[in-house]
DNA sequence: AGTCATATTATGTCTGCACAAATTAACCTG
DNA sequence: CAGGTTAATTTGTGCAGACATAATATGACT
């Protein structure tokens, strides 16, 4: 056998990877265990526990103890979206930001909202509309409801100096969040919002935040046709 | 100051935590180091550094040597989309899954394959279409271009039996892929594929994958309306 | 045979130490 | 003072050893 020292944890990481991909170890197989492997990279256990906890978490093997490790047998691989402020997201297409708030009330939070926050249906929020702009063309319109209660001081805030995407960032923190993606025909309001004809297909990002279990805001956020998210895996 | 012992890594991960998101320290700050907070957590700085690698993973704190730690000024949150098979996407739902090869023929990839895949234009590769059943009606139509001669004994496989799809997961390794998600207007054949009208909004995810830089194959996935992507922050 | 307690074993984590790598701060020289 | 070299500091990683935890295998007992 190969006695080729590799020490460190990448280097055990690109050859257990390359056992896997050129299937040396077969989807289902239990592979070696860590002492072993150790043994044979002559390395330290630890060093091979790195490498292979980096791989359980890219989902391509399964780890259990006493049981060892398992190749995936199908290695639902794992894709890492990256959720910036909308203002970082423009300028790092080159584009100079600007937005504009379209509407600002309190009003009684529809039901979906509602439900989704996890809050008594007819509870009042702060319900915020606005455009973000990219070179002065629309890149995305936000509909947002806010629970003006777990923010403070928001009320003096002049949203027109800074988006409220932003604002929120730096100063309501959240603890748990979900987002869903989806494909949706523009409505009328964001239809116009974003200058495009009703009904054209808008890419759409849900996201609803708490912090430590109290709802914080659920935003709506409409990309016009031509957006489209991308990552490597 | 408290001499509380935390002698996990989750638990000072949870306290360093605790302290970004209650603003003890402020977005932009730089963070005690590694040896001062073992000191204080009365742990290793092995302990420290694991949960502090973990934070910067997850993109709320920036870590540069010398330098030292500082709270991200707008914290990018990561999320983790995960890529399954679509039959156990399908399962997952409690749906029965079917699928049905529509088309399979040699063709030469058009300009926008050849130029995702990074091949020649004109170049032949195997066009496969079909259109994967949830409980027996259409929950994705697959559209893939496909590398014939980096996958050599795919011309026996019966795809009839096995999805193209789930095939390629289990015998296609890649080491390198990229995925678009976007919204689109249904072309004609899609609507036709998912059975529904012809400009309808569609979530679209486009994938594309390398096995150590030799292109494997281009697909792209079209979902009928109502479908989202979830995932948690 | 079936059931429950116990031993075994692989992974998970912590510690204390050491050195490497990166980057900034300090210093020295012209 | 400018510019470049050197030192100091912080994170990154490796190692050996130990114990913790989870899950399976074994064996005793009914």
Redesign the pocket.
């Known amino acids: 056998m190969n006695e080729i ?1 590799i ?6 990481r690109a050859e257990l990877l390359r056992r896997i991909t050129e299937r040396i170890w077969k989807p289902g197989e239990t ?8 043994r044979e ?13 980096e791989l ?1 978490e890219a989902g391509l093997i399964e ?7 398992r190749v995936r047998v199908s290695p639902d691989r794992r894709a890492v979206l990256r959720i910036p402020v909308i203002r970082l997201e423009v300028e790092g297409r080159g584009l100079g930001y600007r937005h504009r708030l379209i509407e600002q009330e309190t009003a009684m939070a529809p039901l979906a909202v509602a439900a989704r926050l996890g809050i008594e249906p007819g509870s009042r929020l702060t319900h915020l509309r606005a455009v973000h702009l990219g070179d002065g063309r629309p890149f995305a319109c936000e509909d947002r409801w806010l629970n003006a209660a777990a923010v403070p001081d928001f009320s003096q805030v002049d949203f027109n100096a800074i988006s409220i995407n932003e604002w929120l960032v730096l100063n309501a923190p959240f603890t748990e969040g979900d987002i869903t993606l989806s494909a949706a025909a523009a409505g009328p309001r964001e239809a116009e919002c974003l200058g495009i004809a009703a009904g054209a297909p808008v890419f759409v990002v849900e996201r609803t935040t708490w912090n430590r279990g109290e709802p914080i805001t659920a935003v709506r956020l409409t990309y016009p046709p031509g957006y489209s998210m991308t990552t490597r895996l």
């Open positions: 020292a020490n460190s944890w990448a280097g055990v592979i070696p265990g860590e002492e072993q492997l150790a990279f002559g390395c330290a256990r630890a060093t091979v526990n790195r490498a292979m906890r359980a780890r259990r103890r006493r049981a060892g490790s």
